[in-house]
Nanobody, 115 residues
Framework: QVQLVESGGGLVQSGGSLRLSCAAS????????MGWYRQAPGKARDLVAL???????TYADSVKGRFTVSRDNAKNTVYTQMNNLKPEDTAVYYC?????????WGQGTQVTVSS
């Protein structure tokens, strides 16, 4: 039974930065991939960034060069540094954790970028 606690969302101007954090707790099971998806109104939930257990990363083309995902395995926490934010980044961001045989979603945190 894994619980995810997200933080770091908010309102910023275009060109600004935010850092999202997601901490997993409540289970001793191994955690493999961790990262973020996002969903804007009227759109599908899309991959933002993932990081594997040994540090390999995957990014959506739209965020490459602007977002950086990292993790602290001792804290079971994943981070995404988001720089040069654009209005099209506005969405609800959901933390995602993949275990051995289960996956988990956070409750979502709103990111709003004003022009």
């Amino acid at each position: 039974q894994v619980q995810l606690v997200e933080s770091g969302g908010g309102l910023v101007q275009s060109g600004g930065s935010l850092r999202l954090s997601c901490a997993a707790s409540g289970s001793n099971a191994s955690i493999y991939r961790m990262g973020w998806y996002r969903q804007a109104p009227g759109k599908a939930r899309d991959l933002v960034a993932l990081i594997g257990g040994v540090g390999g990363t995957t990014y959506a083309d739209s965020v490459k060069g602007r977002f950086t995902v990292s993790r602290d395995n001792a804290k079971n926490t994943v981070y995404t540094q988001m720089n040069n934010l654009k209005p099209e980044d506005t969405a609800v961001y959901y933390c995602y954790v993949q275990g051995l045989s289960e996956h988990y979603w956070g409750q979502g945190t709103q990111v709003t970028v004003s022009s």
